[in-house]
């Protein structure tokens, strides 16, 4: 893992997008790290980090792991279809 500043990122972006490649970067800005700039190798990399920082996804997650717990089991199906009306 590199870290470094704002400053230093815009003025040596190439660079930086080369370094992600061996480990996540993480940006600051006025010495508190503030973003995290990571490598993508696949599709489904970058599907699997978008739906990892989904509100929308981990509030019906949340749901329906709170209906699991008392008894209340939502088909896969209409786990996606609720999904889908949600957006």
Same mark, same amino acid.
């Given at each position: 893992m590199k870290i470094a500043s704002v400053a230093e990122i815009k003025s040596k972006f190439s660079e930086y997008i080369n370094e992600s490649k061996k480990g996540a970067v993480v940006i600051t800005k006025n010495g508190r790290a503030t973003a995290v700039l990571l490598?993508?190798?696949? #599709?489904?990399?970058?599907? %699997?980090?978008? $739906?990892?920082?989904?509100?929308?996804? @981990?509030?019906?997650? #949340?749901?329906?792991?709170? %209906?699991?717990? $008392?008894?209340?089991?939502?088909?896969? @199906?209409?786990?996606?279809e609720e999904l889908e009306n949600k957006k």
């Open positions: 490598s993508v190798t696949s #599709d489904d990399q970058l599907e %699997q980090i978008l $739906l990892s920082q989904s509100l929308m996804l @981990k509030k019906l997650l #949340d749901k329906s792991e709170k %209906q699991a717990s $008392l008894g209340h089991k939502i088909k896969h @199906k209409d786990f996606w």
